[in-house]
């Protein structure tokens, strides 16, 4: 009989914490946890085996919303403690949820170092823009130019693009999604969690509160076909309402084109998330709405490479065979010993 | 073989200090702990002080090198390196003129005569050349061209001269073996394990350690040989251990100890590294040792590991502990076990990097925001850091609750002696987990000892959220409410008072009142202990009483304390535990206090104990 179907059939529901959500009404935050609650019984992981850690910002409120095991750590290092907890206890699936300024300005270090180990950890950024939690300063991914509190008179300091950080920590599963798309959201949590190592995944968020709007062009139903562009692997760079758009390459350099008047699906770019270079993915990252390009939602990139945490416990269990399982008494009486009558 | 019958008369010593100084180059690490290794193995007690530059490769024959290893050997029962030095080997005049000092009136001086040329002269700042211009007259000096012998020694072996000249380390090992009339029966033997793959290597330094061993032997200018015979330890099997191994294999045994696995996150910083570095290789253990990015992570992922139910453990030394200061926070508030190991060396800032000190007393009682207790437990000696490691765990695990464990860089690069014990011996240390019962889990209730339940994940039903926000007691959840915030500061404090129940009764060593206390913590154990039984022996009323529980005291210090007419606390530090005391205590105490990168001379203790009760 496999385990599986002896397990109970969990509900959304059954992932809620009978926790009062605090979050300010309208916070992107919800969906993101409705989404989570959601896809998590599709997984069949029993509650038990999940564990979600966070650093400490709005978004790191999540894991007291979640009936799992969690913990609600201190700014910026959730990914070091999911580090140690998942290299301890490989069996356990574990979630780190971190926000912009947590996950890229104090804990900048620990992500990049968790993302090259590749553990096996599914990290959820959710990218608003701001400082929400501390009431609106400016974020390493606020443009520049965006006057907050901190910055009366506009940020000088150029912005951080998660993604292609992440790439360039040689990251093995980048994605993106967005809070208000629901369906992809779930979809993409979902892939996150079925990869093995680190899973990286971008959500743009709404701050109403301090930073209203700062995704509406890929939110806006009249806007979000251009401004945006659901990447699926093996397949073309295709956008656009009338799905009349695509991106193609000139010489290292993508860009936007209209089909037909000569150009055909087959010249544009095909999406390939196994590639083993990363350089396409790091392309799509840094494509952005502001220099003319739709935004890339779904999954850059996708590969497979030795998992951290795997890799420290068979180094055990191989020296465990080597060895034989370590005797103290022999361990202290090796070396120069010598005996007093 | 090598000890071949003696030719000269051999005098019978009760104990002797040597201390070998060079380059840091010039192997003289490796000299001490080979003649340290003879010693034991001859039954002598020892006790070593290494003592080496921070930085690396400074200039080859400048002060700022000089790398020195003491040895303190006797036929009695000693607990420090020795104060002053009666046979000093200087490889160069850099190492000579920073350690003549220490060389007592009438000891003997063995310097490498080749190394006294105009340039090593200049570098160490001589005018004149002491070998010849009368300045050690009150030394038995012998200028021995180290140099020269060592390379016609290796002849034919095919060695360069730079590799040549490496082995005169072994060459003055041997000419102090003879004078020591140790066996060289050990550093053969190490010679073959550590070089066996490179057979002229081998040679060159078994000839280079022959060659020294023969010049005393032949030489007419050196003509007396010294003996000091086995110390009368307990009965059992002993090897000699540094500090920093001896906790390593504390932490083994304990994880063994509590059917644990052991976790290490730890970030490289002298003098704790070694820590790590033994550790990982301890992986048939079941150790898994984690080099994390920073001392953040380090010690963040010792968090997750507790949470998971390993053994979690962070070993840094003062500047690192700063960092994990926050995450600190973290562990206290989550009620999470683990240990966290600080080496102690001498600051502020970076300070003295591979000097000691014990100025981190206050780091760890205080070194926190908000108010966020931790016990402290602090090793005395280098084999004593193997028993500290178990029962920190043991504590950690009973109340729930990181555990500061001090050793400091002379506890950890020193050695001494250490009867190994028997696993079968050691104190086994329970934990267990609960598992669901039925009724709600509730993370923060607590036990007769205010613990709360060490719940871990993947255990159905006891799924819960901790961390680093006010929790209400009992049900674990977020709470703002002041009366419980308040409810919890205290509930964590008496959680660490109540560690005092738990821990022995402090003893003394010497009667329970008199004219004099010495207290003392941490590594001034031997020099202190050393000082009062000077003392005693001169009819003085002085008592000895060390402390290793630094949070909580044991319950009868205060006792203690109050039946003596005066107490000295020597600290290598500004007066951190005398501060403690008199403010807890209101007893006006006197502080000896030493910030030099060095541990205590005896003679600076029992000086003082002099002042105070004449
Ligand atoms: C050591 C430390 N420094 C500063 C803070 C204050 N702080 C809390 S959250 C935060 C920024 C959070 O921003 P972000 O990660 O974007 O999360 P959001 O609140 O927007 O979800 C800051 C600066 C803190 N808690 N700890
Ligand atoms: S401040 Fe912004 S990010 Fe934080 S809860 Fe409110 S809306 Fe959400």
């Known amino acids: 009989m496999s385990i599986e179907s002896t397990l109970p059939v969990l509900k959304p529901a059954d992932f809620a914490s009978d926790q009062d959500v605090r979050w300010c009404p309208g916070c992107g935050d919800y969906a993101i946890l409705a989404q989570m609650k959601k896809m998590l019984p599709s997984l069949g992981v029993p509650r038990e085996n999940i564990v979600f850690i966070s650093g400490i ?28 907890l998942k290299s301890a206890r490989p069996d356990l699936q574990v979630w780190v949820i971190t926000g912009d300024g947590d996950g890229l300005s104090i804990g900048g270090n620990h992500l990049m170092h968790a993302i090259r180990r590749n553990v096996d950890l599914n990290i959820v950024l959710f990218n608003n823009r701001i400082y929400g939690l501390t009431k609106g300063q400016y974020s390493p991914t606020s443009p520049l130019g965006k006057k907050t509190k901190s910055t ?4 000088v300091d150029n912005p951080l693009h ?14 993106r999604s967005i809070d208000t798309n629901i369906k992809h959201l779930g979809a993409v949590f979902k892939r996150a969690a079925e990869h093995r190592g680190t899973a990286f995944v971008e959500v743009y968020q709404n701050c109403n509160v301090f930073n209203d709007g700062a995704w509406e062009y890929a939110k806006d139903r009249e806007t979000k076909d251009d401004t945006t562009l659901e990447l699926e692997h093996g397949k073309p760079l295709i956008f656009g309402k009338e799905r009349q758009k695509g991106v193609r390459l000139h010489g290292l350099d993508p860009e936007v084109v209209e089909l037909g008047k000569g150009i055909s699906e087959d010249d544009l770019l095909f999406h390939d998330e196994r590639a083993a270079e990363p350089s396409l993915a790091y392309l799509l990252s840094r494509m952005r709405y502001e220099d003319g390009f739709p935004e890339p939602i779904g999954v850059f990139r996708c590969v497979d490479r030795p998992r951290y945490d ?15 399982k370590g005797d103290l008494d022999t361990l202290f009486n090796s070396g120069e010993t010598w005996t007093v009558e | 073989m090598a000890t071949a019958t003696p030719t000269k008369p051999v005098s019978d010593l009760v104990e002797a200090t040597v201390r070998f100084c060079g380059d840091s180059g010039d192997g003289m690490q490796l000299a001490g702990t080979q003649f340290t290794t003879t010693s034991a193995l001859l039954g002598n007690d020892v006790a070593t002080f290494p003592d080496f530059p921070a930085e690396i490769r400074a200039p080859r024959g400048t002060k700022a090198g000089v790398s020195g290893f003491q040895i303190h050997f006797s036929s009695t029962e000693i607990f420090t390196p020795g104060d002053t030095v009666d046979a000093l080997v200087a490889m160069n005049p850099a190492a000579l003129v920073t350690n003549i000092g220490d060389l007592r009136d009438g000891g003997i001086l063995l310097v490498n005569k080749d190394a006294f040329d105009k340039k090593g002269l200049e570098q160490a700042g001589y005018e004149t050349d002491p070998l010849e211009d009368g300045s050690l007259d009150k030394y038995k000096l012998h200028s021995v061209d180290m140099t020269k012998i060592t390379r016609l020694a290796v002849e034919g072996l095919g060695l360069s001269q730079k590799e040549a000249d490496r082995c005169r380390n072994f060459f003055a090992m041997g000419l102090v073996f003879w004078l020591y009339d140790r066996s060289l029966d050990p550093t053969l033997r190490f010679i073959e394990k550590k070089f066996g793959k490179l ?39 002993y090897r000699n251990i540094e500090g920093n191994l001896a906790l390593a294999w504390g932490l083994v045994a304990a994880a063994q100890l509590s059917d644990k696995r052991l976790f290490l996150g730890a970030y490289p910083i002298t003098p704790a590294s070694d820590v790590l570095h033994y550790l990982s290789n301890y992986k048939n253990f079941d150790v898994l040792t984690f080099q994390a990015e ?60 591979t000097k000691t000190e014990q100025a981190d007393l206050n780091q760890a009682l205080f070194g926190r925001n908000g108010e966020c207790p931790m016990p402290i437990i602090a090793a005395r000696s280098p084999g004593d850091c193997f028993y500290v490691a178990q029962e920190a765990w043991r504590i950690a695990t009973k109340f729930m609750i990181p555990v500061f464990v001090l050793t400091d860089g002379y506890i950890a690069n020193g ?16 934990i267990s987990h609960p598992s669901a019962n039925g009724d709600e889990f509730q993370p923060y209730e607590r036990d007769e000892r205010l613990a709360r339940p060490w719940a871990i994940p993947g255990t159905p039903g006891l799924e819960h959220r901790i961390g680093g926000l006010e929790k209400a007691n009992i049900t674990g959840n977020v709470s703002y409410d002041p009366v419980n915030h308040e409810k919890m500061c205290l509930l964590r404090q008496q959680k660490v008072d109540n560690i005092a129940d738990d821990i022995p009764l402090q003893e003394l060593d010497g009667p329970e009142s008199g004219d004099l206390l010495v207290l003392s913590w941490g590594g001034t154990y031997g020099s202190c202990a050393t000082a009062v039984h000077t003392a005693q022996k001169s009819g003085q009323k002085v008592t000895h009483c060390h402390l290793r529980y630094l949070n909580p005291f044991p319950k009868n210090l205060e006792k203690i304390l109050r039946s003596f007419d005066k107490v000295l606390i020597p600290e290598l530090n500004l ?5 403690v005391i008199r403010a807890r205590f209101l007893i006006n105490t006197v502080g000896l206090n030493k910030i030099q990168g060095k541990p205590f001379s005896v003679i600076e203790i029992v000086n003082k104990i002099n002042s105070l009760v004449g």
Not at chain 1, 65 to 83: E, W
Not at chain 2, 415 to 430: N, Q, T
Request: glycine share 12%; net charge neutral; hydrophobic share 40%.
């Open chain 1, 162 to 175: 998660p993604l292609s950080i992440a790439i360039g920590c040689e990251a093995t599963f980048v994605a």
């Open chain 2, 415 to 430: 050695s001494e002696p250490w009867k190994i014990p028997k696993v079968a011996d050691l104190p086994r240390i329970k």
């Open chain 1, 310 to 324: 795997d890799e420290v416990n068979k180094q055990i269990e191989h020296s465990l065979k080597d060895k034989g």
């Open chain 2, 575 to 579: 007066g951190q535990l005398n501060q």
């Open chain 1, 152 to 155: 009366p008179m506009g940020a």
């Open chain 1, 57 to 84: 910002g709005c978004s790191s409120r999540f894991p007291y919303y979640m009936n799992t095991y969690g913990i609600h750590s201190i700014h910026g290092r959730a990914p070091a403690v999911a580090t140690g």
């Open chain 2, 199 to 237: 057979p002229a290597v081998a040679q060159a330094n078994t000839n280079a350690l022959k060659a020294g061993f023969n010049y005393g032997e032949t030489v007419e200018a050196i003509n007396t040989q010294y003996h000091v015979g086995p110390a009368k330890l307990k009965p059992g099997t």
């Open chain 2, 294 to 353: 920073d001392e953040i992570a380090a010690v963040t992922a010792a968090i997750g590991a507790a949470f998971a139910g390993e053994m979690a453990v962070t070993a840094s030394s003062g500047p690192g502990i700063a960092l994990k200061g926050e995450a600190l926070g973290l562990a206290v508030m989550t009620e999470l076990p683990m240990l966290v190991i600080n080496v102690q060396r001498g600051g502020p800032s970076t300070g003295l990097p």
